[in-house]
């Protein structure tokens, strides 16, 4: 009997929150009226390998609000091997949000991370943008993203 109760509340639910999307601010939408906002959720962030430097161990930090930075995604964190103690966090990227949409979808999450010197890291997030990571300074530098170099005539072009 409780299992029952339960499917038909679950159902009872299901149906009244179909009948009014929440994106319409409670109004149900007039037909042929499109709905404003998206309603995809994103996928979950790639996993990113750590990468050793020197003495630390750098991770990708997905979920940063729930450790309450100010975006998800964008941040890295210097791990001490022995202990497993965080040693410090940075931020590499920053997420712009907009307001009339839903925050998840907007997330950018670091995609990958390779090492570039005993100090220094290439994080590529998933808009395929570039950072260079001096670990030892804790300093980000933009770096060029190959697709989007403008492109300069040859010389045989040229003439």
């Known amino acids: 009997m409780r299992l029952r109760d339960a499917a038909l509340l679950f159902a009872a639910l299901m149906v009244s929150m179909c009948a009014v999307p929440a994106a319409t601010g409670g109004r149900a939408l007039a037909a ?36 309450g930075f100010n975006q998800n995604g964008g941040y890295i964190a210097a791990i001490d091997p022995a202990s497993g103690q965080e040693l410090w966090t940075l931020k590499v990227y920053d997420v ?49 993203t190959p697709w989007l170099r403008p492109r300069h005539p040859s010389r045989a072009d040229a003439a």
């Open 32 to 67: 042929g009226q499109a709905q404003a906002q998206p309603s995809a959720k994103r996928v979950a962030p790639p996993d990113v390998p750590p990468v050793q430097l020197r003495k630390v161990r750098i991770e990708a930090v997905h979920w940063g609000r729930a450790r």
């Open 96 to 144: 712009h949000y907009d307001p009339n949409m839903e925050e998840d979808v907007q997330d950018v999450f670091i995609r990958k991370m390779t090492r570039m010197s005993p100090s220094r890291l290439l994080i590529v997030d998933e808009k395929g943008r570039r950072y260079r990571v001096d670990v030892k300074r804790r300093a980000v530098t933009p770096r060029p």
